[in-house]
């Protein structure tokens, strides 16, 4: 088993045994929290983690990758959920709560971009996206990209995003617009994932980007140009693993400090091979190849 090792400064009161989590319990409870993207596959995980180890219980809550950061950081859950890395911010919080964090990459994904199901488009460039979502730029009807909305559809770019609180809305924002770039206002900032796309697929003329495993049978996967290959890349598992896919990104959960005895034995379970087939069944990419 490998993990990412930093140096444990300082550390929380996680669960050591089947004992007792953060709250203190007589039972363990595994408290877990963060990332909506990791939402979905973090519920499966605790689950079947029941039938494994009875004894222990992992407690699962979304509310965005920030929400789970600094609920660890405040040290009121084990592990922290997020499709992000911490921001400089939030290590300096965590220093000054005497906590020093542990990352784990847990599996990644393909930051899919997804459109109505009858949207013709075929393919979209990185540049094109930041000029749908970045400030200042001027792609604003799908006119623009040659594309045609069917049955007399709005021409009209109706762009979905997250809320400022979501790893995913973050990493897009990096990955699309640069470290300093802005997204443009007058988004529909949604709560969650799975929200994305339930609008996009009831909006003909909408543009929204959400988790991979989030896909559905009722709205379009856009594949996007590789500036490295020019050749438009479809997300999937596969091209979410060699990084082809230009919007990949690691998945990720952080301990405060070290994790020891029922935390890290449940994180062991997760990057097993029993662990990494529930995020490969969820529609994630797995950290390595299984057996």
């Known amino acids: 088993m490998h993990r990412n090792h930093l140096p ?30 990791l939402l979905n596959v973090a519920q499966a995980w605790a689950e079947a983690y ?16 920030g929400t789970g950061i600094s609920a660890m950081i405040n040290g009121t859950v084990d592990l922290a959920n997020a499709s992000r890395k911490m921001k400089e911010r939030e290590l300096a919080a965590a220093g000054e709560n005497g906590v020093t964090p542990v990352e784990f990459v847990v599996g990644y994904d393909a930051l899919a971009v997804y459109v109505h199901a009858a949207n013709p488009i075929e393919s ?6 930041a000029g749908i979502y970045g400030d200042g730029g001027s792609l604003v009807r799908w006119s623009q990209l040659g ?41 529909l900032d949604m709560h969650g994932s799975k929200d ?3 609008l996009v697929e ?29 050749a438009p890349v479809t997300p ?4 979410a693993v060699d990084r082809t896919y230009p919007i990949a990104r690691p998945l990720l959960m952080y301990t405060a400090g070290q994790p020891e005895g029922a935390v890290a ?14 995020i490969l069944a969820k529609g994630y990419a797995p950290v390595r190849a299984l057996d």
């Open 147 to 187: 594309v045609t909305i069917p049955n007399g559809g709005s021409d009209e770019i109706v762009r979905v995003s997250r809320q400022n609180n979501s790893g995913t809305f973050v990493y897009f924002r990096e990955a699309v617009l640069g470290r300093e770039g802005k997204y443009k206002l007058g988004s």
């Open 50 to 65: 029941s039938t494994v180890n009875p004894e222990c219980t992992v407690a699962v809550s979304g509310g965005g990758s």
């Open 265 to 278: 034995e449940y994180l062991d379970w997760i990057l097993s091979d029993d662990g990494q087939r529930i």
């Open 196 to 198: 994305v796309v339930d």
């Open 236 to 239: 999937s598992v596969d091209t």
């Open 8 to 37: 444990a400064l300082a550390l929380l009161a996680l669960a050591t045994s089947c004992g007792g989590g953060v709250n203190g319990a007589s039972r363990t409870v595994i408290q877990n929290k963060g990332s909506d993207t």
């Open 202 to 230: 009831n909006t003909p003329g909408a543009i929204g980007y959400s988790g991979l495993a989030y896909a559905t049978d009722h709205v379009k996967l856009v594949p996007v140009i590789s500036a490295d290959s020019g």
């Open 124 to 129: 979209i460039t990185m540049e094109q996206l």
